[in-house]
């Protein structure tokens, strides 16, 4: 467990799944308007994220982590991380959202940081990457400005594999870190 400026950063539980569910819901919302359809989006989509949150946190493994960020009892942000998930990139950054009044404060810079110590501490030399979509350029200045490259691009998958869910054919960014370990010293929240 960290905790920094009365944020506490520690490992996702079961518990956890409901607020991280609907944070996530929330963030793709506010993110993902045309390139996720407003019928999916304004759905019932934060019970399809349960769904996903509470087979990711109901049982721990050692190839994945998600980190969460709370002040005082309440979650404000979370990141999922996957070791190996890729041969030539490394681990995915898979989740990295952070509630909307508290962006800019520094808990996402640490829940980078604190996937980068997950990394480092399991596979020292592997890098790390993460998908943004295309049209969120606020996140791509976050990762560009915390050492992430833009190494290529890529179609959006559409959520639950049902293709009625995306508006056209929306296009997603890879940001990639060669390796995680140097991010502790890069990234200060």
Sequence with gaps: MTETSHVLYRVGAAADSAAVAQLHAESWRRHYRGAYSDGYLDGDIVAERVEVWVGRLAQP???RCTIVAETDGQLVGFV?????????????????HVTAGRKRNGIGSALLQEAARFVAGRRPSLGMFLWV???NVDAQ?????????CIGHGLVAPPG????RL???PTKLRYAWSEAAPIFSEVTP
């Design 167 to 169: 508006v056209g054919h």
């Design 133 to 135: 979509l295309e049209q």
């Design 161 to 164: 594999g049902d293709p009625t």
């Design 141 to 149: 200045r976050f990762y560009a400005a915390r050492g992430g490259a």
């Design 80 to 96: 999922h991380t996957v070791l190996d998930a890729d041969p030539l990139w490394g681990a995915l950054i898979d989740n990295l």
């Design 61 to 63: 493994r050692v190839d």
